[in-house]
């Protein structure tokens, strides 16, 4: 079975520093990785999707940045952050076609931006 | 493109009473609906799915939610609650077929039970 794992769990950051939030799958090969921010009151919001290695598709302009250096590995990333950045991430991967169609949601990293 | 409307932000329900979510999608395509739950500072966990087939879909913990095309909805049901489905539950929606597009995700629905 699946397993998203995603780090840190919490980050507390100053406006202006960079970030770097990790994301990696174990039991899956070749997976279509996500990353969705939840911001209070404005549920899921897809900010990147990936279906390689180096193959980013970015869905909204933002101050972020994501990278797929490894199969199983996505990383969020940020030079300067803003405080409309702080929200919960959360890291996912597709299961696949047929009836495994769906997505596994990792638990999720909460960034506070101060 | 698509959307996803849940019109309600909270629902308070007695704990053993019925409960409806509703979920109200929009597309020019066909689609794959999900609901999704989630327990405070936890991730998503997968609820049900509709992909194909019978409207009526069965999930985990008793839930059960039922595909309209005519009204593109998807509501989510349960016959009786439990404390412990106080939670934010999200309705969702991708393109049928679509392996590498995201998920299109509703504001979410608190769910309260009261004892």
């Known amino acids: 079975s699946q397993t998203i794992h995603q780090w840190p769990a919490t980050l507390v950051q100053p406006v202006g520093s960079p970030l770097s939030l990790e994301c990696t799958v174990e039991?899956?090969?070749?997976?279509?990785l996500y990353w969705y921010r939840q911001a209070a009151g404005r549920g899921l919001q897809l900010l990147f999707y990936?279906?390689?290695?180096?193959?980013i598709s970015s869905e909204v302009p933002q101050n972020l940045s994501a990278s797929r250096p490894q199969d199983r590995q996505f990383i969020l990333s940020s030079k300067k952050l803003l405080l409309s950045d702080s929200g919960f991430y959360l890291c996912?991967?597709?299961?696949?076609?047929?009836?495994?169609?769906?997505?596994?949601f990792g638990p999720g990293t909460r960034l506070t931006v101060l | 493109a698509q959307s996803v409307t849940q019109l309600d932000s909270q629902v308070p329900v007695f704990e053993e009473a019925p409960v409806e979510l509703r979920c109200n999608y929009s597309?020019?395509?066909?689609?794959?609906l999900f609901w999704y739950v989630q327990y405070p500072n936890q991730g998503l966990q997968l609820l049900l799915k509709?992909?194909?087939?019978?409207?009526l879909v069965k999930g985990i913990n008793g839930f059960e939610a039922e595909f309209n095309k005519s009204q593109t909805s998807f509501h989510l049901r349960k016959p009786s609650v439990h404390i412990s489905d106080t939670a934010e539950y999200f309705c969702?929606?991708?393109?049928?077929?679509?392996?590498?597009?995201?998920?299109?995700f509703g504001k979410g629905t608190h769910l309260i039970i009261q004892p």
């Open positions: 996912a991967c597709h299961l696949g076609a047929g009836a495994y169609n769906e997505q596994f």
């Open positions: 039991g899956t090969s070749n997976p279509n």
């Open positions: 990936s279906v390689g290695i180096g193959q």
């Open positions: 597309s020019s395509v066909s689609v794959y």
């Open positions: 509709y992909l194909s087939g019978s409207t």
């Open positions: 969702a929606v991708t393109a049928a077929g679509g392996g590498a597009d995201g998920l299109t």
